[in-house]
């Protein structure tokens, strides 16, 4: 049975403050085209140039991905692209008024329900798929990554991480189906380590983060000086440390949050390629740059 692409059917925006540059902005989603795809606007630069979300323009993968063409740069767009996967649509166009995306809570939760609320429009184009035929791999000894697709019917995928300390053991998190992704993903949010937040902040990046916007793992002894310190930092009355080791900014929706939030990276960065993809991916320790140069390898290999 043929599978229909879909848009928007109203244009819809969600405001916010991007994590690392703190710029406040609005996103705008557009009803779009069949066969038109995912495509960034920047209505700030003169003559509102455009950059399409596919792996051919990403420009960098530090602290999130980033499309890029010449000069001209959007961040932080995997949110924003695994909630137009998750709920299947193929075709917007997205106006920005900032290089980077809203954080929100660190979840994809916000855009998912924007875009249910604009509604969901079925087309009269055929969505194409890129069909995996057979097992791809791509594995790096030194950054410990692996990530590996077999055939299958429809996109599926687990995820394994495994950071090395007691406060975040071996977490793992499996999705059957998209469909699913709005209930099981989308909700899930980011997170750091004390250091890495620490290391983050004398290098003048997470200019927009907040206690709000990350769950905070602590895998070392920390002062009530030190906490203190934080809490003005981010003008927060006061904050400590729960029993299972992270701050006490928010509570966990799900005791593997953090798995699943990799997860809705890995969808993000794998809807580069362009095309959805049927296929089972099996990942252990995915990151921004693994996701990428993988979802390139099979763009690449499936290429046609």
Known sequence: MAEYQ??????????GVGLHTGQKGTITFHPAE????VKFRRTDKPGNPVIPAHIDYVVDTSRG???????????????????????GIDNVM????????????????YFVEALQNAGIQPQLQEREYIIITEELRLSDPEKGFELKVEPAGHFMADVKIDYNTQVLNVQTAHLERLEDFAKEIAPCRTFVFLHE?????HNNLIKGGDLDNAIVFINRA?????????ADLFKKPKVKVKPEGILN????????????????????????VGRRI?????????????NTEFARLIYKHTKH
Not at 249 to 272: Q, V, W
């Open 34 to 37: 069949a066969g038109h795809g």
């Open 222 to 230: 920390v002062s009530q000086e030190e906490l203190d310190r934080l």
């Open 94 to 109: 997205i106006d920005v008024d900032v290089e980077e995306m809203p954080i929100r809570d660190g979840s994809a939760k």
């Open 249 to 272: 900014n928010l509570e966990l929706h799900f005791d593997n949050e953090p798995a699943r939030h990799k997860l809705l990276d890995l969808i993000g960065d794998l809807s580069l």
């Open 197 to 201: 937040l620490e290391f983050l902040l």
């Open 65 to 87: 991905t980033a499309i890029g063409i010449g000069d001209l740069r959007i961040y932080t767009i995997e949110h924003v692209m695994a909630s137009l996967t998750g709920l």
């Open 278 to 290: 049927k296929g089972h991916f099996t990942v252990y320790k995915p990151g921004h740059y693994a």
């Open 6 to 15: 879909c848009t928007i059917k109203n244009p819809v925006s969600v405001e």
